[in-house]
Each structure stands twice: as C-alpha cells, then as structure tokens.
C-alpha cells in the first residue's frame, strides 16, 4: 500500500504544515513552501489540509502506485501523465494500481505539490511529516526507489474544485522593515527594487540578486533569532530571504520581513526570474 518512485527529479521532499514551536530548541519549522498549493492539493483529494504530500522541484517527479487511489497535483504548473496518457492539472483524477504517474517539468512555478488520498504515511518526527533540509530532522529526501507508505482515507470528502490553469503568479514581494533596518543608509531605496533571484536558492533561503543595499553601519551583531521570511543583509550587501528550512538564529542584520501573504511568491520564484521588492 504505497507509491514506488522511479524517478526524484531535481529534488522531490515530503511535507506537510512543519513543526513550529521547535525553534528554541534550534529545529526549523520545515513544512511546504507553498502553503496555500499544498492545501488546495490535499483538499482536492479529500485530505486534511494538514496530511503529508510531496513537493517537487521544476517537476521530473515519476512514481507507481502500488494501489488503487486518487491523486491531485497543484503548485508549479506541469504536464502530468497516468499511465502514458494526460491527466489533469489542479484537479482530483483516480490512479488504477500498477500505474506509473509522471510529472513534466514545471513551466510556471517552482514547486509542485502532489497529494494522495490518505495523505504519505512516513512516521512523524516531532509531531510532523516534514523533512528538514537545513538539520536534516523528519525523512530523508526521496530517491528513486524510495516507497512511501500511504495511509487511511479521513477527513471530508473530495473538494468540488477544478482548476484549468495555474493561477496569475505576482512577482513583487511586500516587505515591512524589520528590527535593524537602521542599519539600512537608505531604507527607502528597497521599495521598487528588482532583483535576480539567484541559481543557488534552496528551501532554506531565497537569494536576491541585484542593487547591492549600502549600510549605515559597520560591525557585526551578536546572533539573534530568526522568523521565516527574514530579510538579512549579509556583507555583500545582497539580500536574503529565508524560507521554511531557515536557521534559527543569524548574526547578520535583518533589515525586513516578507508579509505573510507573499511567501508562496518566494516558493515559486525560479532561478533568473526578477521580483520586485515592495515597503508596506
């Protein structure tokens, strides 16, 4: 009763809504990057927003399902194939066992999310499903050959929902400055930035590349704690946003937070796109 995967892709993790709460004890939060994607996928399949799904980067995901389910894929738009024939994208499609389900590679997005009836059924770390690729806390990264086992059908039935196209993706990011923006010369001069986002990004943190941001100061700081989307100002003056595997403290300045509301926009940024940073 799992899914055998064939092929990882470039990066292929099991997550779920993290483990927060863990941080004073110097563990991440974990949890998918998209929150909002991961949702939409196990409410299509009649899961808890909370069950274990897979999330893939740029796509490449290829597995068989070694039983009879239904699956939903969200997040990063891709092709998605059953068995060598089209599957839909952003809605609930049955899987017959013995199946092989392949993701194309994303052609918008980052992240793919892909959520199973029952939900992935890896023995919880800390009270969640999340693997961890800062402290490698939760279950290791998915490989080819990896079985994931699946668990029972709960929560409320199929959500009568059915997407046709990935939704409109913002590229701008909405900061509040943060408690050391003083260390900032011009703190104004972030609002209407673009910047690269940059080759080495990861779960941990997304990297910006563009205006070097001048500071008022010099020095360093005592390590501090760090919230997710923490924007910290390194000493190449290029910022760094960080995401759901984030450190839980830093020594650097954090000049800025990203709103809420625009984490998933960090989730699904790739490589050489441009965001546009915003001053609420």
Do not use: K
């Not at 290791?140 to 409109?168: F, I, N, Q, Y």
């Not at 100002?233 to 020594?251: A, K, R």
């Amino acid at each position: 009763m799992s899914l055998l995967v064939t092929d990882a892709g470039l990066l292929t993790t099991v997550q779920d809504r993290g483990r927060p709460g863990w941080a004073h004890l110097g563990v991440p939060r974990a949890g998918a990057l998209d929150g909002p994607a991961a949702a939409l996928a196990n409410r299509l399949v009649g899961n808890p927003v909370s069950a274990a799904l897979l999330e893939a980067t740029l796509g490449g995901l290829r597995f068989r399902a070694e039983r009879a389910c239904l699956l939903a894929v969200t997040g990063a738009a891709c092709r998605v194939d059953v068995g060598g024939r089209p599957a839909p994208w952003g809605a609930a499609f049955s899987v017959r066992a013995g199946t092989e389900v392949a993701l194309g590679p994303a052609s918008d997005g980052a992240r793919c999310y892909v959520a199973v009836r029952g939900g992935i059924a890896v023995p919880p770390v800390l009270g969640s499903r999340s693997t961890d690729t800062l402290s490698w806390v939760g279950p290791p990264v998915v490989t080819e050959g990896t079985r994931l086992p699946l668990g029972d059908a709960s929560g409320d039935g199929p959500a009568d929902v059915v997407m046709t196209a990935a939704p409109h993706r913002r590229r701008e990011l909405l900061l509040h400055l943060g408690p050391r923006a003083d260390w900032v010369a011009d703190p104004g001069s972030l609002d209407g930035a673009t910047y690269r986002v940059g080759t080495d990004s990861d779960r941990v943190g997304l990297r910006l590349d563009g205006p070097v941001v001048r500071r008022a100061r010099s020095g360093e700081l005592m390590s501090e704690g760090i919230v997710l989307g923490a924007v910290q100002l390194p000493p190449s003056g290029l910022p760094l946003v960080f995401l759901h595997d984030h450190p839980t403290t830093g020594g650097y300045p954090v000049i800025a937070v990203v709103d809420e509301a625009d984490l998933p926009v960090c989730a699904q940024a790739r490589p050489g796109e441009e965001l546009v940073l915003r001053l609420r």
